[in-house]
């Protein structure tokens, strides 16, 4: 099979994406994801099929639109779970870098592990992602099972290995006050943060209520129900536990 052809199961594309990497991004966002975070705004995402892409359908899709990216735009994959199907973003990464287009990847990193025949295939589509956007929902790693379903120690190991490859990282953290914002949590993210060498940014997003209806629709029960959104005193002090400038 031509790797063109390798499909993609693919749950949403937003042409004109401003917050997903530098400048004007294309942003696809895959279907699956294995954490079940209590704040998640996409739970559309997390199983079920999409529309199925082969990686040369929609790279052409995709570039039609590269003259609105001008100089510093270009892709970003996004979910989901993106690293749940690295085959396909490694050929669609393939035909944008021979294009000289910047590559962006925002995941949650938990799919990673350091088996040799995983890290193979990782190493390839690493080498052509320009940013990783890494979210780190919590240090402490029972905080982050109760939070997410899953544990937290590859998700640190992506992060370390990401930076001794020289990968540049943009590092977020969804601020949930009562869970994301302890204090002793958030000194230590910062702590793990600066010891990684590739972090060009560190950005606090508040916990909002705009995917609730989606749990409804799905008819799953949600979990922060009454939850309130942070206020912006909650969130610059967020930022200066993490030492965020502006």
């Known amino acids: 099979m031509d790797q063109k052809d390798i499909t993609g199961n693919v749950h949403a594309l937003e042409s004109f994406g401003l917050v997903d990497g530098p400048g004007v991004r294309f942003v696809i966002f895959m279907k699956g994801c294995r954490m079940r975070c209590q704040f998640c ?111 937290n120690d590859n998700i640190l190991t992506l992060a370390k290995y990401l930076s001794d490859h020289g990968r540049r990282l943009w590092i977020r953290h969804v601020l949930v006050p009562g ?23 560190v950005e606090v997003l508040p916990y909002h209520t705009l995917g609730v209806s989606k749990w409804k629709d799905l008819g799953i029960d949600y979990p922060l129900e009454g939850v309130p959104v942070p206020t912006d005193e909650q969130v610059r002090r967020a930022e200066l536990l993490l030492h965020i400038t502006k």
């Open 41 to 151: 705004h996409n739970p559309d995402t997390w199983s079920g099929v999409g529309r199925q892409w082969s990686a040369g359908e929609l790279y052409a899709h995709v570039r039609k639109y590269k003259s609105y990216w001008k100089n510093n735009g270009g892709i970003t994959v996004s979910g989901g779970e993106p690293l749940l199907q690295m085959d396909f973003v490694t050929e669609l990464f393939r035909l944008a870098k021979a294009e000289g287009i910047h590559t962006a990847i925002d995941t949650a990193g938990e799919p990673f592990c350091t088996e040799p025949g995983y890290l193979e295939s990782f190493d390839r589509l690493m080498e052509l992602t320009d940013l990783f956007i890494l979210d780190l929902k919590m240090m402490d790693p029972e905080g982050h099972r109760r939070l997410t379903g899953k544990g």
């Open 179 to 201: 869970l994301t914002d302890g204090e002793e949590d958030l000194s230590s993210m910062s702590e793990f943060i600066s010891s990684l060498k590739t972090v060009d940014r």
